[in-house]
């Protein structure tokens, strides 16, 4: 982890000729500051490209689509190493990652049901639900591969084995 914020500090200071540090903290609490400075990075060029994805919000089925394939865009370029937003310069791609997301996510749902309702862990999974899901879209995002959306079980190793 440490890093990952030694070149989002590296980048951030880069691009806004700053010499304040990125605020330190540990755990989440890094991840989270981080993530609140990521659409920071890259200037005004990094607003027209947020008020891009607000505009595809309005279209209704299709720009959420677009906007989830753009959101694997930036899965995959934060997992190089390259923290700016990609340019909108591929809306079929980003379409179909959307699209494949979607369905993967809505697969992924059925079976961690069917799982709650089999092991009796309805607890469990709507605590964590939404990082199991987060973590079948970011091995989607690596791999490229659609079987990551029916791993349950590895959903689950991801979740309880980063806790102890």
Do not use: H, N
């Not at 982890?1 to 980048?11: G, L, N, P, Q, V």
């Not at 993530?35 to 607003?47: E, N």
């Not at 379409?95 to 092991?119: D, E, H, K």
Request: neutral net charge.
């Amino acid at each position: 982890m440490a890093t990952i914020k030694r070149k989002f500090e590296d980048e951030f200071q880069r691009e806004f000729q700053r010499s304040q540090p990125v605020l330190e903290t540990t755990g989440c609490g890094a991840y989270t500051a981080t993530a609140i400075q990521y659409p920071l990075i890259g200037g005004t060029q990094t607003l027209y490209k947020l008020l891009i994805g607000a505009v595809c919000l309005v279209i209704p089925v299709v720009g959420s689509w677009l906007l989830t394939g753009y959101g694997l865009r930036v899965i995959r370029r934060v997992m190089a190493g390259d923290y700016r937003l990609p340019e909108w310069d591929d809306f079929a791609g980003d379409f179909v990652g959307g699209l494949a997301v979607t369905v993967g996510l809505f697969i992924f749902g059925i079976l961690l049901s069917i799982s709650m309702v089999l092991v009796v862990t309805i607890p469990i999974v709507l605590l964590f639900g939404v990082p199991m899901a987060a973590f079948t879209v970011a091995r989607f995002a690596d791999s490229g591969d659609f079987t990551s959306f029916f791993d349950i079980l590895g959903a689950y190793r991801a979740v309880f084995y980063r806790m102890g």
